[in-house]
């Protein structure tokens, strides 16, 4: 497993610079135990699902206001239940 700064240097490595807050990628770190395969698979859903994009002079760009309908079971966080959950 990666320690917490890799974990959080790969997350944010796969997204735009500055994507998430630096709760947001504190909790993806947490929930991922050190898994590089959870990490990359959070950051592809992130962008899939619209949490991280492209917004003009926005930093962080991720939307962690918005409601997430489609999000999976058991997940809240400081993303607003939006990472997903590994079974």
Avoid at 5 to 26: F, I, K, R, T
Avoid at 31 to 48: F, K, N, Q
Wanted: net charge negative; hydrophobic share 40%; aromatic share 4%.
């Amino acid at each position: 497993p990666l320690d917490r700064g890799s974990s959080a240097a790969l997350l944010q490595a796969l997204l735009p610079a500055s994507a998430l807050p630096q709760e947001a990628v504190d909790d993806v770190v947490s929930r991922s135990a050190g898994s590089p395969t959870y990490i990359e698979e959070t950051a592809r859903w992130l962008v899939a699902t619209g949490v991280v994009m492209e917004r003009q002079g926005a930093s962080p760009l991720a939307d962690v206001s918005r409601k997430w309908s489609g999000t999976p079971v058991g997940t809240t966080s400081s993303l607003t239940a939006a990472t997903p959950c590994c079974g």
